[in-house]
């Protein structure tokens, strides 16, 4: 019997078929991770109220995310 190079390797518990179940269960509990819903803080919601609408009509406002928005726009 010839000693081929599989042989002369001593067998490994960590087979490639393993490797990519646990890779793909990292990837699903990672994917489970971002879709669940997060204990935030609701009073950070429930604080903000919101503001009384114009006598005028309209409504826009220049709010700082807005203000952000074209000072990234700006070319």
Do not use: C, W
């Amino acid at each position: 019997m010839k000693n081929t190079p599989r042989d002369a390797q001593p067998q490994s518990r960590l087979s490639r078929r393993t490797v990519f179940a646990g890779a793909t269960t990292v990837g699903a509990l990672a994917a489970a991770a971002t879709v669940l819903p997060r204990g935030a803080a609701p009073e950070a919601t429930a604080a903000a109220e919101p503001k009384p609408a114009p006598e005028r009509g309209g409504g826009y406002a220049l709010s700082d995310h807005i203000k952000h928005y074209y000072q990234t726009a700006r070319l």
